[in-house]
């Protein structure tokens, strides 16, 4: 029911700002319960770490995912701003992160969705978050980058 009221008030532009102020709170809540409590635990979330392409330091924040198979499936939506999120900038630069879910943490590869991919996850993440829609007009049209984050098997990095 919380799910489903959070779904539809995500449209909104007050509920962005709102929840872009909230942001430092679900990221410490986050740290501390190892991924295991994020966006209220309403919905599918997780914490990524990625390298900051400027200051080469880590760069958590809480995000929604959709499941693909075994990888984790992001999007840069700023919550429908004109400018992309420095996390997925930090991704571009730097492809490996480290991503804490279901109160386990291990290291991803991110790859950036293109073409047919990229249009067969848009339709994955629209049916777990419908406001994305409404944060693409938002953002003036521009493309909202989107991340598979692919779980680095132990031994392998």
Same mark, same amino acid.
């Given at each position: 029911?919380?799910?489903?009221?959070?779904?539809?008030?995500?449209?909104?532009? =007050?509920?962005?700002?709102?929840?872009?102020?909230?942001?430092?709170?679900?990221?410490?809540?986050?740290?501390?319960?190892?991924?295991?409590?994020?966006? *209220?635990?309403?919905?599918?979330? *997780?914490?990524?770490?990625?390298?900051?392409?400027? $200051?080469?330091?880590?760069?958590? #924040?809480?995000?929604?995912?959709?499941?693909?198979?075994?990888?984790?499936?992001?999007?840069? $939506? #700023?919550?429908?701003?004109?400018?992309?999120?420095? =996390? $997925?900038? #930090?991704?571009?630069?730097?492809?490996?992160?480290?991503?804490?879910?279901?109160?386990?943490?291990?290291?991803?590869?991110?790859?950036?969705?293109?073409?047919?991919?990229?249009?067969?996850? =848009?339709?994955?993440?629209?049916?777990?978050?419908?406001?994305?829609?409404?944060?693409?007009?938002?953002?003036?049209?521009?493309?909202?980058?989107?991340?598979?984050?692919?779980?680095?098997?132990?031994? $392998?990095?």
């Amino acid at each position: 029911m919380m799910a489903t009221l959070t779904r539809r008030l995500g449209h909104h532009r =007050w509920f962005g700002a709102a929840v872009r102020l909230l942001v430092p709170a679900d990221r410490l809540i986050g740290r501390l319960t190892s991924g295991r409590v994020v966006a *209220l635990g309403l919905l599918p979330s *997780l914490i990524i770490t990625t390298t900051g392409r400027r $200051s080469g330091q880590p760069r958590s #924040n809480p995000l929604l995912y959709v499941s693909d198979g075994d990888a984790y499936v992001v999007i840069g $939506s #700023n919550w429908g701003q004109p400018h992309q999120p420095a =996390w $997925s900038l #930090n991704l571009l630069a730097q492809p490996a992160a480290e991503v804490a879910v279901g109160g386990r943490r291990f290291p991803v590869h991110a790859a950036l969705a293109t073409g047919a991919e990229r249009d067969r996850l =848009w339709r994955l993440l629209v049916a777990e978050w419908p406001a994305y829609q409404t944060y693409v007009q938002r953002a003036g049209g521009r493309e909202i980058r989107i991340f598979r984050l692919t779980p680095i098997p132990p031994g $392998s990095a």
